[in-house]
């Protein structure tokens, strides 16, 4: 089945820096790639997905990038604020089966 | 619209003991998922329901089973609860299981002791 690794588990930066958050997954059959953000108590909620048609995908300070060759993606926020501090999920998934998550990245933004 | 909808919220269950976690969604979604999430582990998936009348095992389905009761309803058993099932379990379902977006309940905080 799918596995999924996520890089690095913490992740300590600046107000106004950017985050980079790497995955890599193991079954070259999926096709498609959700980031979730989990705020401390809450559930986890989607914040930018792509699929493997795409190599890249952009939304405000988010944006994604997909390399199938390689099996990997990565989550980037550019201008980091306090808001952004979270546990951030990957995940992977292909027709007909389930989302498998990596273990997460806790994101701390200090002003 | 409520969403994803978990009940209880909280448990604290006795070794041995057993219990259903119930989850329901109004959104009209085919497929529901059980996850688990434990500190360090991230969410692993216990269980899913493509759609209704089918489930399947995910990646730690061992100790639970489910029940896709109808299309909004899909249920997590514990028969005989062990100290290694304490754990935040959520629910989550979406409009078809390729591709789309997972919309997660609150969570159950259960605790076996």
């Known amino acids: 089945g799918e596995n999924v690794e996520q890089h690095p588990s913490t992740l300590s930066v600046q107000e106004g820096d950017s985050a980079v958050i790497k995955c890599t997954y193991s079954?070259?059959?999926?096709?498609?790639f959700p980031w979730y953000k989990q705020e401390l108590g809450k559930r986890p909620q989607l914040i930018i997905d792509?699929?493997?048609?795409?190599g890249e995908k952009k939304d405000q300070r988010i944006a994604v990038t997909l390399n199938k060759t390689a099996k990997h993606f990565s989550l980037h926020i550019t201008e980091t604020q306090p808001e952004d501090s979270a546990v951030y999920f990957c995940a992977a998934s292909q027709a007909g089966t389930a989302l498998i998550f990596g273990k997460g990245t806790t994101l701390s933004v200090s002003s | 619209n409520a969403g994803v909808t978990q009940t209880p919220k909280f448990q604290v269950l006795k070794t041995g003991q057993s219990m259903t976690l119930q989850c329901a969604q109004d959104?009209?979604?085919?497929?529901m998922y059980w996850y688990r999430q434990d500190p360090g582990m991230g969410l692993r998936l216990i269980y899913y329901s493509a759609s209704e009348g089918t489930t399947d095992k995910g990646e730690v389905p061992n100790g639970y089973n489910v029940s896709r009761l109808n299309k909004r309803e899909f249920s997590l058993r514990l028969e005989s609860a062990a100290p290694s099932q304490t754990s935040v379990y959520f629910c989550?379902?979406?409009?078809?299981?390729?591709?789309?977006?997972?919309?997660f309940g609150q969570g159950t905080r259960l605790t076996v002791v």
């Open positions: 792509i699929r493997s048609n795409v």
């Open positions: 959104m009209n979604h085919n497929s």
């Open positions: 989550a379902s979406s409009v078809q299981i390729m591709n789309t977006e997972a919309f």
């Open positions: 079954d070259s059959a999926s096709n498609y």
